[in-house]
């Protein structure tokens, strides 16, 4: 019989384990919440080892054939003029904009039509209750059912529900700041580009292009009250509107499309900082484990090495906790690398001052600045890349193959 593995979460992180763990014999379950896959999401970057881990499943040229096509980044002035130009990047790990460049709903099919004949996905369910005893874990799902498994691994992102069951002393940090993600129409004089608009008072307004022929727009509001997250829409709503409504650029036709009834998704920054991903038979894996948060551009990279690295450190021994403690021991400095981030973030890109964002402005136009970009682009690589480690500095091991007995 095939070691059984349940994972809950079908988005990027839990399809790519479940590729690599049944590619490697295990029979795997795949249980996702939501009736259906989710479409929702902005654009994520995939750069470095997570590139390589898309070229390993034969999926790299689909998702390059996916990409939204954005340019680069512009950071913007009060009427839209640009005030410093950020080409995407093309050696894969600089720059805002990575070369692969895809909406998450677009990678998440992408994933799910890579392993759906090979792996059992269950919809609309969700774990209510955990036993792990040495052999195994019974896990009983809302929907009433109860089922034996060799392992469970948890890719639920940030907000897990069932990692408290688990890991109860998980505590998020929170980074003091809130986003709200929508999509709006998109009209003539929008660009290719993703333009960013630093408003001053800790707010920004972000417009990115897809390729549907939609506008991808976000604020990002600093702000020391939290629970933000769990008003309803209507509260969440008129927190923006109040916020936001003396904003010049991009922000009205955002409030508009708010006014309008359009959904939003909205997030209270929060990176994930836990002792161990792992309690017996139970394991995390990707923003379940070690958010970083989208301000430091790497969340999905971290999802996708993570995912195969855990596989492949799984099959490569018999012993789960051996497999286990592989996996941590080579993901946790690509982790720590990427959850530090740098003294001021995301603040200092936010500022809530006239002068902060004068001295904000002025360090941009360095940094997109020719002469800056021939001293090997050290401003912009540390302004542009928000911090973010080298994606390509995590080695991969090698494929999972068969599963060790
Ligand atoms: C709808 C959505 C939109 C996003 N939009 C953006 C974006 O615009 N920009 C950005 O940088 N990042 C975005 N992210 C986060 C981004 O996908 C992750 O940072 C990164 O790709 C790591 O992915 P993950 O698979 O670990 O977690 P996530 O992508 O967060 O996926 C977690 C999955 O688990 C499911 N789930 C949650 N709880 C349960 C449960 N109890 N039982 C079963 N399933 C559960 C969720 O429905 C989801 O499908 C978004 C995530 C989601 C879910």
């Not at 690599?20 to 654009?43: I, K, P």
Request: net charge negative.
């Amino acid at each position: 019989m095939p070691p059984t593995v349940l994972v809950s979460g079908a988005s990027v992180a839990g399809p790519t384990l479940a590729f690599w763990l049944a590619r490697a014999g295990y029979a795997v379950t795949v249980v996702e919440r939501t009736d259906g896959l989710r479409e929702e999401g902005q654009n994520v970057d995939v750069r470095g080892a997570a590139r390589e881990v898309l070229r390993r499943m034969g999926l790299e040229d689909a998702a390059l054939a996916a990409t939204t096509g954005e340019q680069g980044t512009a950071f913007v002035d009060d009427r839209g003029r640009d005030i410093a130009a950020f080409p995407a990047g093309t050696d894969d790990t600089s720059g805002p904009t990575a070369e692969l460049e895809i909406l998450r709903g677009r990678l998440g099919q992408l994933l799910f039509d890579a392993t759906e004949h090979d792996v059992e996905y269950r919809f609309g369910d969700q774990v209510r209750g955990l036993d792990q005893d040495a052999n195994g874990v019974d896990v009983t799902f809302a929907s009433g059912a109860q089922e034996r498994f060799d392992l469970v691994v948890l890719a639920e992102g940030v907000n897990s529900r069932t990692r408290a069951l688990a890991f109860p002393e998980a505590r998020k940090q929170h980074l003091g700041m809130v986003i709200a993600y929508l999509t709006i129409p998109r009209q003539d004089d929008d660009t290719d580009w993703w333009r960013w608009y630093v408003a001053g008072r800790g707010r920004g307004v972000s417009l990115r292009p897809d390729d549907v022929g939609t506008i991808r727009a976000a604020v990002n509001l600093m702000t020391d009250t939290r629970g933000l997250d769990e008003l309803d829409s209507a509260g969440q709503a008129t927190v923006l509107r109040r916020a936001f409504q003396d904003v010049p650029w991009g922000a009205p036709r955002i409030l508009d499309a708010l006014a309008d009834g359009a959904p939003f998704y909205f997030e209270d920054l929060a990176q994930m900082h836990l002792p161990s991903w792992s309690a017996g038979r139970i394991a995390l894996v990707g923003d379940a484990a070690w958010c970083a948060t989208p301000v430091s551009g790497i969340g999905t990279t971290l999802a996708l090495s993570g995912a195969y690295t855990l596989a492949a450190s799984l099959a490569a021994t018999p012993d789960h906790r051996a497999g286990l403690a592989d996996f941590e021991q080579r993901m946790r400095p690509f982790v720590a690398k990427a959850q530090s981030l740098p003294p001021g973030t995301p603040g200092l890109a936010n500022p809530r001052t006239d002068r902060g964002r004068a001295l904000l402005w002025a360090a941009l136009r360095l940094a997109a600045s020719r002469p800056a970009q021939r001293v090997g682009g050290l401003v912009g690589g540390a302004l542009g890349s928000f911090g973010r480690p080298p994606a390509d500095a995590y080695r991969l091991p090698e494929a999972p193959s068969a599963v060790a007995d």
